[in-house]
């Protein structure tokens, strides 16, 4: 990543953390105080309409912004080197509980809880642990610690999910909060780097646009996220929404634990590959340089 890169990023995340605090717990409460009068469905209709306003409002800025565009060059490829497909393999287990990492939690208060305010709050205390917890561990990690970062996010993520599967009450979606709000930091502080390391080597090897790769990275994604529905689907239909809301998740979060092989097999060849793209250092031996002479 060039300089403007990491400075428009680290915007970005600043403003998205901001956002992420304060407008969930503006909107549960909104809601919250709107349902003691019986006015609920206005105040979700309120909402949605903020939404598609803000959106209009960010297209037209996209529409009369001055920006440019990136050099036009071929992005979709259906082969690439045999080092992306084992990102695609880490990718597709990524994409298996990524849906459940936006749901889950919304799901599970409403459910068991039953307050948008109480939703609104948990989110908003989680983006600000989510915050601090990517804050500290960026600060105190280097890359070689990246593949145990991976493995702390898989781990806490696996525990968060058992832990819900077993109690399923109000005190088990707090402790599932609390667990999945530390494993969701530290499984993206890991995986992008790990992602754009990937994207960074193959580009040069491969002469190819980093477009192509993030397009097709996003197949990968798409094949875990409709395999993680489909298996929350399955036994929802099968046996009940009870039994998938308790267990789907446990099965997908057991499922992601292979990501840490793959994650190790990847960041290990990757070393590989950066030392074959060094140059090569001259094997002759110094010689005597003359001296000058008039």
Known sequence: ???????????????????????????????????????????YKIVTGLVFIVTILASIMCFRGDFTNPTEKKFVYFKFDPYWYKLLRLATLKGLVQGFLVTAPAMLIMLLVGKEGALGTAQSI???IAAVAMYIIGRNTSPKHRLYVFGAGLLLFAIAAIINGILYSSFGVILFMLF??????LLDLAYFPIQFSVIDILRKKEKRSEFAYILNHEAGLYIGRLTGAGTFLILAYCFSVEIAMRYAIVIVAILQLASYWVAKDII??????NIE????LSNEEPGMIAPFTN
């Open 277 to 280: 793209e060094a140059p090569a």
């Open 126 to 128: 989680g983006a600000i």
């Open 1 to 43: 990543m060039t300089i403007i890169e990491i400075i428009i990023t680290a915007w970005k995340l600043f403003f998205y953390t901001i956002i992420a605090v304060v407008i969930p717990v503006l909107i549960g409460w909104f809601i919250e105080f709107n349902a003691v009068d019986g006015n609920a469905h206005l105040a």
């Open 180 to 185: 999945l709000l530390l494993a969701k930091p």
């Open 268 to 273: 290990k060849q990757g070393k590989i590959e």
